[in-house]
């Protein structure tokens, strides 16, 4: 379907983090082109406790779970119209935020994919950040799942670190990179966004062998070549969008140890608030639904926004 391109869905679940998911689509200017959806599954009490409503002794408890949905949602509205007034207040027109609260049908995640199966042009979900090493604490399970298995566009981890619209995206020559450059330059378009591309290029281990030597060499200079035309392709669909050339930087990273480290640590020294990947890498490994540098860097980098492009 196509009657939702150029909306953001955004998955709030009523919270104080929910809040600060507004706080981020209000920060990021070039948001202010786009509609917005905000929406929330409600979760429903189970449904183990509506066969309470068969015992006649029982009409009390099955009167509270009906009072404690019906106060959830009237929470729920409230929320959101907090965070309209939020959103306009930051410069979104009114007529350009919808909301749609949902009741739970086949899981919160799931139920969040079958409505962003319906056109939109990326999901925005939070992530918790703070250091942690278990992923599900990273970003929490609904947002897990949803970064997994959302294959049917872009999604959004908002970050905690203060937006100043400066992006890295991860170049590596691959269509999926490429993909990643054409939203970036599709959100951004005609913006003062300032774009770090950036290329790390693995450390080689040459040996003693002098045959083994040329030929990793030989290697490294046609990699470098390759990197150094898919970067100057990505500069120019970013530039022919509207970005002035000064805004755009070029990063090649030679002798990494870690790619996901070194765009890490590029993106927090160029001071970018955004890092964009494409879904998979240039290994394209099926057995994968994304790829393990992009799993690396949500992790480690926890303050930081990812934008992940399928």
Known sequence: MSENKNKILVALDGSQRGFKTIQYLSSFKPFLKKQIVLHNIITRVPECYYDLEKDPLSRKANFLIETWEQRYRVEMETFMEKSKTMLISAGFQPEAISVIIAQRKKGIARDIMDEARKGYDALLIRRRGGATMLLPLVMGSVSTKLVEKTICLPVMLAGIQKVNHSLLIAVDGSEGAKRAVEFVAQIIEHSHCRVVLCSVLRDFDVSDNTTMQKKSIDHMTTAFEEIEIAIHDAGQIIENAGIPKKNIVSKIIQGAKSRA??????????????????????SNVSDFDIGRVPWKVIHGANEITVWMVP
């Open 261 to 282: 480290w070194s765009i890490i640590e590029a993106a927090r020294q160029e001071d970018c608030d955004t890092i964009v990947f494409g879904r998979r890498g240039k």
